[in-house]
């Protein structure tokens, strides 16, 4: 018996700048990520993507592997700078041709594209004038939005325009750690308030061009975000509130604007009262109205517990892989993210918590609806044993069939989820934590010219796969 439905798409998942290298190759543009890593301190032992696991020059090898072990589907990333490699204006053919490439080496084994296309790499000639905090750059990537969809829409169906606005907001305006390294809330929710209107536009453009019958007719555009449900850290009305604010902050402030056409109220009158931002032009509230997803990807690989915070100033994370060397992470004044004494933990000091997949689907639904949901990330972060030879990720396995079963706990309950991508295909390259954390079915031996291994997980996924999630 599986619990998951005849269409279910089995998948992986991978972002550019963490797989392809190639960084200048072709005539590719720099991204922000291509400057920043190479500034002292920024990244886990000064890490770079210039290299990555070399997917660019190696992606038929790859494809071979996710077509043996079975995958009907692939999630990457496009490198904005690889089509137009000052963000704007003159398009790069060679960067056109690798992505028709890749597209065509994935229909020819039957495995269906999901392509992602913002995944953090904004080119740098953006950047230079003022990147998300720029109305420009809403209109650079609306037009790169239709390239993509005038040249690759009449061969894939599924479409996502953002991955994860809460990080690489939150951590490129808020937290400082992510480029532009900013510290600044107000320009945080202002180059945030960019993006909703950069995805309403490019969903806007994407039915327009399906309409006109360049974009195939079954195609379907959504938005990736976060998924991390929140609990509260005790019954104190404190705590109880401070996940609410948890909640409204990380949760509704980037699920309702691509599901509703609109900020949380109550939310967005406190930030533009305490904070003046963000602030609207004539048209913005109709456009976010007007362009609601088809679908929504979730990525979770953890769950928060919640409490009131006094004290806790501290937005640093563990990027070493040592368990408990993480901090308590907090915005003082309106709540921390505290550790759950009874709960299981990675090195990275991430929750384990398989349920919390289920419950944040379900939580979902009870807010927006039985609207389509694909899970486009989970995995397991690890420095993973290898044994004669092998690696042997058996807590790679264990992750991912805990977290499947929870998957088909949301459809049971009735949730319409109807595709499951694991992070990652290859390991790849972690943006702040290096080649150290490893999440893929494949090693990639860095010490060996690059060359591709098939973990334990590999086999035990092309298992999964092969009974449709009836072993589980
Ligand atoms: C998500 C991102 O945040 O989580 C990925 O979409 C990322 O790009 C993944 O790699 C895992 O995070 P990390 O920090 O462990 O690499």
Redesign the pocket.
């Known amino acids: 018996m599986t619990a998951f439905p005849e269409q279910f798409l089995w998948g992986a998942?991978s972002?550019a700048y963490?797989v392809e290298g190639g960084h200048d190759a072709d005539g590719k543009g720099p991204s922000i990520w291509d400057l920043y890593a190479h500034l002292p301190g920024t990244t886990h032992e000064g890490t770079n993507g210039d290299l990555a696991a070399d997917h660019y020059h190696r992606f038929k090898e790859d494809v071979a592997l996710m077509a043996e072990q079975g995958l009907t589907s692939y999630r990457f990333s496009i490198a904005w700078t690889r089509l137009f490699p000052a963000g704007r204006g003159a398009v790069n053919p060679a960067g056109v041709a690798f992505y028709h490439a890749l597209i065509d080496e994935l229909l020819r084994h039957n495995i269906k594209p999901m392509i992602t296309l913002y995944?953090?790499d904004l080119p740098q000639a953006l950047q230079d004038i003022g990147g998300w905090e720029s109305r420009e750059t809403v209109d650079a990537f609306a037009d790169y939005a239709e390239l993509c969809y005038r040249e690759f829409g009449a061969k894939a169906e599924l479409w996502a325009t953002f991955?994860?606005t809460v990080?690489f907001i939150g951590m490129g305006y808020i937290t400082g750690a992510h480029p532009p390294g900013v510290r600044d809330p107000a320009r945080a929710l202002q180059a945030c308030h960019h993006v909703f209107l950069a995805h309403a536009r490019a969903v806007q453009r994407f039915r327009e061009l399906k309409q006109d019958g360049l974009v195939r007719h079954d195609a379907v555009i959504g938005f990736?975000n976060?998924l991390q449900p929140h609990a509260s850290a005790s019954d104190r009305p404190e705590d109880i509130a401070a996940r609410a604010l948890a909640d409204g902050c990380f949760t509704h402030w980037f699920y309702d604007p691509v599901l509703r056409g609109e900020y949380p109220a109550e939310l967005l009158q406190w930030a533009q009262e305490a904070l003046g931002a963000p602030l609207f032009a004539p048209g913005d509230t109709e456009l976010l109205k007007a362009n609601l997803c088809d679908f929504i990807g979730v990525?979770y690989?953890k769950r928060e517990l919640v409490a009131a915070n006094p004290d806790v100033d501290n937005t640093r994370?563990n990027?070493s892989g040592e368990k408990g060397s993480g901090r308590e992470f907090g915005f003082r004044g309106l709540f921390k993210l505290v550790r759950n004494p009874s709960g299981e933990y990675t090195d990275?000091d991430?929750e384990i918590y398989p349920r919390g997949l289920t419950e944040g689907i379900l939580q979902l639904k009870a807010r927006y609806g039985n609207v389509p949901v694909y899970i486009t990330?989970n995995?397991l972060?690890a420095k993973d044993p290898i044994i004669d030879g092998e690696v042997v990720d058996d807590a790679r396995i264990d992750y991912l069939a805990r977290h499947l079963k929870a998957a088909a706990d949301a459809i049971a309950a009735g949730a319409d989820v109807r595709g499951y991508y694991p992070?990652?295909f290859t390991d790849?390259?972690?943006?702040?934590?290096g080649y150290q954390?490893q999440?893929g079915f494949v090693y990639i031996d860095r010490d060996n010219h690059l060359a591709r291994q098939r973990k334990k997980s590999f086999f035990w996924y092309q298992e999964v796969i092969r009974s449709h999630g009836a072993g589980l």
């Open positions: 998942a972002a963490q995944h953090w991955n994860e990080v990736v976060v990525n690989y994370i990027t990275w991430w990330e995995g972060g992070w990652s790849l390259l972690s943006w702040l934590n954390k999440y």
